[in-house]
């Protein structure tokens, strides 16, 4: 039996459009959808797409819900692995050889948030918030995932939203520079393919470069070897505690999550 379209892909005038269509839940990065999402991205660089709009279907209350929690382990393995596909997705997001620009209605939580960071641009409707929820569930974030946060926005900012996760809106977030524009719900696909056809229509080989140096130069963040080691023993306290398993058994139980700090 095959899997469900979770995503819709198709490419016209140079400009490749992924949507995601998994709406009974909320766009949620299960395995399965994050697969989909790659293997469409692929055909588009075979297509030799010059730019790329990723979004949700119109009129979205939840762009994206983030990681699926269902996924999750318990069994004391690192839940946001090198492996993880959440990792393979923004991955490829960041080595696409064309822009890849968000166009964001209703919430993007979680992995999502990081997800739609990891785009080049990102344009939203003012109905859009952006959650980093790992503190929710008791999950610790990866490393490579918090430089996208830092890539995005500056050091305190990145605090508040990992430390609270409160949502931030799509005002505010234009305002910090965490997004590049916010448009009117009616406005935001001509706003969006406009922008689109804009990259489109200059020259590939000088953008795709352009967008490989600043990759390689926003990567660009010395660690030691021991303060990698550090931070991953320091992950690893926290996917082995009570809180972690706590914290993913209360949302699969749809209740609010009581941690003890063990």
Same mark, same amino acid.
């Given at each position: 039996m095959n899997a469900p379209e979770l995503v819709a892909c198709h490419c016209a005038d140079d400009v490749g459009t992924v949507t995601l269509q998994h709406d009974e839940r909320r766009n949620a990065l299960s395995a399965e959808l994050v697969r989909q999402l790659v293997a469409a %991205?692929?055909?588009?660089?075979? &297509?030799?797409?010059?730019?790329? *709009?990723?979004? $949700? #279907? @119109?009129?979205?209350?939840?762009?994206?819900?983030?990681?699926?929690?269902?996924?999750?382990?318990?069994?004391?393995r690192d839940p946001l692995g090198w492996d993880d596909p959440l990792r393979h997705l923004v991955r490829e997001i960041e080595n696409f050889p064309a822009p890849v620009i968000a166009m964001v209605e209703g919430g993007v939580w979680g992995g999502a948030c990081e997800t739609v960071l990891a785009c080049d641009l990102i344009v939203a409707a003012p109905s859009a918030t952006f959650a980093v929820?790992?503190?929710?569930?008791?999950?610790?974030?990866?490393?490579?995932?918090?430089?996208?946060? %830092?890539?995005?926005?500056?050091? &305190?900012?990145?605090?508040?939203? *990992?430390?609270? $996760? #409160? @949502?931030?809106?799509?005002?505010?977030?234009?305002?910090?520079?965490?997004?590049?524009?916010?448009?009117?719900?009616?406005?935001?696909?001509?706003?969006?393919?406009?922008?689109?056809?804009?990259?489109?229509?200059?020259?590939?080989?000088?953008?795709?470069?352009?967008?490989?140096?600043?990759?390689?130069?926003?990567?660009?963040?010395?660690?030691?070897p021991q303060g990698f080691e550090r931070v991953q023993g320091l992950r690893r306290m926290v996917y082995d505690s009570e809180d972690y398993r706590e914290g993913v058994r209360a949302f699969l139980e749809k209740r609010p999550a009581v941690f003890r700090g063990r």
């Open positions: %991205l692929a055909g588009l660089r075979e &297509r030799q797409a010059r730019a790329v *709009v990723l979004r $949700a #279907r @119109p009129g979205a209350k939840v762009f994206s819900a983030g990681h699926d929690v269902t996924e999750l382990p318990l069994d004391g929820t790992p503190a929710r569930l008791g999950v610790p974030y990866n490393v490579s995932g918090m430089l996208t946060f %830092l890539n995005a926005a500056g050091l &305190r900012i990145v605090k508040e939203m *990992v430390f609270t $996760a #409160r @949502p931030v809106s799509a005002e505010r977030a234009e305002r910090l520079g965490l997004i590049n524009h916010v448009v009117p719900a009616e406005a935001l696909e001509d706003f969006s393919f406009e922008l689109a056809r804009t990259i489109a229509a200059n020259a590939p080989l000088s953008v795709a470069v352009m967008k490989e140096q600043l990759r390689i130069l926003a990567g660009a963040h010395p660690m030691t």
